[in-house]
């Protein structure tokens, strides 16, 4: 059983950035494609952003992109969301999520470990 912990939510006004962090609880999470999702209130879960399991290749949701960046960080074995330009649509709670040898999934079912959340605001 992995866990994983997000950390790095708060809250912080528009244009403002945000690096939120996923730390797991296996030594091995080098080995899982990582995803970060988030939910507004009374809005459906939603895709952010995604790096396979190598750390090669990353995935984008539309409306995030050019503003967040997923970085794997081997070193300290987590996986990081840097959150730039941020903006009061961007208000939810952030998940991340792991999958064994994943490839960066956009679909939430492959994931099969998923943190707690940590609640992002962004006053406008």
């Known amino acids: 059983q992995v866990q994983l912990a997000e950390s790095g939510g708060g809250l912080v006004q528009a244009g403002g950035s945000l690096r939120l962090s996923c730390a797991a609880s296996t030594r091995t999470f080098s080995t899982y494609a990582t995803a970060w999702f988030r939910q507004a209130p009374g809005k459906e879960r939603e895709f952010v952003a995604a790096?396979?399991?190598?750390?090669?290749?990353?995935y984008y949701a539309d409306s995030v992109k050019g503003r967040f960046t997923i970085r794997r960080d081997n070193a300290k074995n987590t996986v990081d969301l840097q959150m730039n330009s941020l903006k009061p649509d961007d208000t939810a709670v952030y998940y991340c999520?792991?999958?064994?040898w994943g490839l960066g999934s956009r679909e939430e079912r492959p994931y099969v470990y998923w943190g707690q959340g940590t609640q992002v605001t962004v006053s406008s």
């Open positions: 790096v396979n399991w190598r750390g090669e290749d990353t």
């Open positions: 999520a792991a999958d064994l």
